[in-house]
């Protein structure tokens, strides 16, 4: 059985290393939660400190998704503009292989934009995945009765909003369908990609790997609740999991 501290490591490890301080600090939590006296109820102060705790951690992550939100949302429009410039709308047509140089880089890019957006993707879920599995360990540390409450807050948290961030992720798959116009279709579409990425295998392999690892921790449970992660929806499922296997969700 896989235990949670070390998928969570794997699944950092998988994200793109100028992100790695930025997750959820679940490792000094549950050195926290450890140290607390075990069946013994909580000091008022001492279960202060520990919602402080996640409080300040919550505060760090939500930062640092809405700033590659933002951050996204600009790139995009760029993209978008782009994109209209090299399929050459609205000017004379370039030379051959000057327009075939300047596409091939589009390529590169919304490859490159779409791996990196499905990486946040990903940190949104990793981070509520960590924050419930640590709340549920404290209360059962301390018999308190923390986790309900403090994950309704955090369903309303920035970080779980992704609308924003999955319709751009939507919008960049409509992208590589203007400038893969041999592909019929979404799924066709990526596989063309696949050409495109082999410069990039870093980001395209572990964006292959958040696309399943979302799809396995929605599979996880048989339930749903108000506390369930959305529901996400892959193209080819087969065709990505032929490249990367994914690593056990772990159930503790």
């Known amino acids: 059985m896989v235990q949670f501290g070390k998928w969570l490591r794997r699944q950092i490890e998988r994200s793109l290393p100028e992100w790695q301080d930025q997750f959820l600090r679940y490792k000094e939590l549950k050195r926290c939660v450890k140290a607390r006296s075990g069946g013994c109820p909580p000091l008022p102060a001492e279960e202060a400190e520990f919602v402080a705790e996640i409080d300040a951690e919550t505060e760090k992550i939500n930062a640092f998704f809405l700033d590659q939100e933002e951050e996204f ?3 995009h429009r760029e993209l978008q503009n782009h994109i209209e410039r090299a399929l050459g709308r609205g000017r004379p047509a370039p030379a051959p292989a000057l327009h075939e140089a300047e596409v091939a880089a589009i390529r590169r890019e ?4 779409h791996g990196v957006m499905v990486l946040l993707l990903n940190y949104s879920s990793i981070n509520y995945i960590g924050l419930a599995k640590i709340l549920k360990k404290y209360d059962k540390r ?3 009765m ?3 409450a403090v994950m309704e807050s955090v369903l309303q948290q920035p970080f779980f909003k992704t609308e924003t961030v999955s319709h751009l992720v939507r919008e960049c798959e409509s992208l590589m369908e203007a400038v893969f116009p041999e592909a019929r279709d979404r799924g066709q579409a990526a596989a063309a990609a696949l050409a495109v990425a082999e410069a990039e295998q870093g980001i395209f392999r572990n964006t292959v790997a958040a696309l399943l690892t979302m799809q396995d921790v929605r599979a996880g449970s048989s339930t749903r609740g108000s506390h ?3 529901p996400l929806n892959l193209p080819d499922s087969d065709w990505l999991r032929s490249f990367d296997p994914p690593f056990p969700i772990p159930t503790r």
Not at 110 to 113: H, P, S
């Open 146 to 148: 923390l986790r309900l």
């Open 110 to 113: 919304i490859v490159n934009f």
């Open 73 to 75: 949302i600009i790139r």
């Open 228 to 230: 369930s992660l959305p």
């Open 142 to 144: 301390t018999g308190a």
